[in-house]
């Protein structure tokens, strides 16, 4: 029995190649992402990792996850800004060169998750960011983010 280990999803490698050139008309070079979690239940973040492994390998259409929000272009926020978090997280979006995109990736981050209305929890990120795109689900599968990040540059480039 021989199994294939290639890459086959003919979508993502559309969408990822499709990504890439508005990134470069975009930006003119890549583009760099702070993930910020800001009370989350991991869920987002091992997908937000997926995208960097070999299999998706998203670095190719020139997507990167940065360590300083002074070197991201767009930041992603993930789970519900905790009332904890929330001066570390404006400290991290103000830490970012303009102009900063903001997205909101899983529903705690789109404020329609579980943790909506718990007294710990501010909200979503738009309760204190000006959110750019949200991208729902629990978890956004890498695929659904790769879309998200499509629609960013699609509304980057119309403004």
């Known amino acids: 029995m021989t199994e294939n280990f290639g890459f086959k999803d003919a979508e993502f490698e559309a969408l990822g190649l499709q990504l890439r050139e508005k990134i470069d008309r975009v930006f003119g070079r890549s583009l760099a992402i702070r993930e910020l979690d800001a009370g989350s239940d991991n869920s987002t973040e091992i997908e937000l990792n997926n995208l960097g492994t070999p299999y998706y390998d998203v670095e190719r259409f020139g997507v990167s996850f940065v360590a ?14 905790t009332r904890n978090m ?43 960011f000006s959110v750019d795109l949200k991208i729902p689900g629990n978890p956004p599968s890498p695929k659904e983010i790769l879309r998200g990040l499509h629609a960013l540059m699609n509304k980057i480039s119309a403004q």
């Open 86 to 128: 929330e001066i570390a997280a404006k400290k991290t979006y103000d830490a970012m060169p303009s102009p900063k995109f903001v997205v909101a990736v899983g529903d705690d981050a789109c404020g329609c998750g579980i943790l909506n209305g718990s007294y710990a929890v501010l909200g979503g990120a738009d309760k204190l």
């Open 68 to 81: 300083s929000p002074r070197h991201a272009d767009v930041l992603i926020v993930t789970g519900a800004i």
